[in-house]
Nanobody, 124 residues
Framework: QVQLVESGGGLVQAGGSLRLSCAAS????????MGWFRQAPGKEREFVAT????????IYSDSVKGRFTISRDNAKNAQYLQMNSLTPEDTAVYYC?????????????????WGQGTQVTVSS
């Protein structure tokens, strides 16, 4: 069992930055691929970024590539999402997720564990 808790969301102006953190509990955290998803009001949950168990492979959605950076620290049971050059279109609830696989996955259905989400609001 893995429990995930996100933090770091908030209100920021367009062009600003935020760093999301996800604290995980569970002995098998380091074995799982991790991911970030987001859901804006009235929209479906969408993939943002994913990282393999050892950080060796990373995939980003086209909408965040070059602006967001995903990372993890297995010693701290944590993953992070550094978000730069934020735009109002990035406004959403951001979710941390852990997959039942070691390699990165882009589909929400591949993830077994989810955090409660953290709100990110970007003002224009």
């Amino acid at each position: 069992q893995v429990q995930l808790v996100e933090s770091g969301g908030g209100l920021v102006q367009a062009g600003g930055s935020l760093r999301l953190s996800c604290a995980a509990s569970g002995r098998t955290f380091s074995s799982y691929a991790m991911g970030w998803f987001r859901q804006a009001p009235g929209k479906e949950r969408e993939f943002v970024a994913t990282i393999s168990w050892n950080g060796g492979r990373i995939i980003y959605s086209d909408s965040v590539k070059g602006r967001f950076t995903i990372s993890r620290d297995n010693a701290k049971n944590a993953q992070y999402l550094q978000m730069n050059s934020l735009t109002p279109e990035d406004t959403a609830v951001y979710y941390c997720a852990a997959a039942g696989f070691s390699l990165p996955r882009t589909g929400a259905h591949d993830y077994n564990y989810w955090g409660q989400g953290t709100q990110v609001t970007v003002s224009s």
